[in-house]
Structures are given as C-alpha cells and as structure tokens.
C-alpha cells in the first residue's frame, strides 16, 4: 500500500506533470510539494484540494488507502489520460489554471484561430461561419 507522499508523486507523474510545472499549475511553492512527496510534510485540506484539480484525481485516491488504482479515483467526468495527447493535456491543465478571464481570452483566440481557417487540419471537416 502506497503511503501519501508515494501517492502525491504517482499522480502527479500520471498527470505528465514535472515538479516545476506542478508547482506553477498548483501555486505551491515547488520546496512544499517535493517535502508532500517526500513524505517531510503533509498537504492541509485546502492544499490537497488544489493538487487534485490540477492532478484530475479524486482527494479520495489520497485518502482511501483501500483505492490501490489512481484510474479508479479520478473525476467521473474527466477522460482518461490516454485518451489525450501530452498537447491536449498541456492544455486543459493550462486552461484549468486560468481565472475565468484567461479562460474566456484563451477559448476567444482558438475561436479565432479556427475561424480563419488558417489552422484547421481539414478544412472541409469544419463549416465555417459566414
């Protein structure tokens, strides 16, 4: 059975995540979350819960130690990592990071993006918009 500190550091390697990017992602100083994966010091409640929207997992995957499978614990609504391209998951974690403005600015500029028609792999897959 995995202890906590195992736990935080397998999640986040499953999310594709170094310890610099997870620190930048979560707002952790990076020296606090390498002491959470070294087992020197454990997240508070509040800590916990920003890690594991940034990691996409479930706090019960921290906290179950019967959860032996960190799939099993992610967010119902979240897919599954292989799904996704290391781009794409680049991305939804970018994008989770931002405040409502960056995320509105964020989808505001792919909208752009496609509408020009410039950056679409196959053009005739996408109707553009008169």
């Known amino acids: 059975m995995e202890s906590l500190s195992e736990r935080l ?3 986040r390697e499953h999310a594709h995540l170094s310890s610099v990017q997870a ?10 979350l390498n002491n959470y994966e070294h087992g020197v010091s454990k997240p508070d409640v509040g800590k916990l819960s920003v890690i594991c929207k940034v990691y996409h997992v479930s706090a019960d995957y921290f906290v179950q130690p019967e959860i032996d ?14 799904e996704l391209t290391a781009g794409q998951q680049r991305l ?7 405040n ?5 600015r ?13 950056y679409i792999k196959d053009n005739s ?4 918009e008169a």
């Open 23 to 32: 620190s930048k992602l979560t707002g952790i100083n990076y020296k606090t």
């Open 9 to 11: 550091r397998t999640a």
């Open 106 to 118: 964020l989808l505001t500029m792919s909208d752009d993006m496609v509408a020009s028609g410039r």
């Open 69 to 82: 499978n960190i799939e099993s614990s992610s967010a119902p609504a979240q897919a599954k990592a292989e």
């Open 92 to 98: 939804l974690h970018n994008f989770d990071s931002m």
């Open 100 to 104: 409502s403005d960056g995320q509105e």
């Open 125 to 128: 897959s996408v109707s553009k």
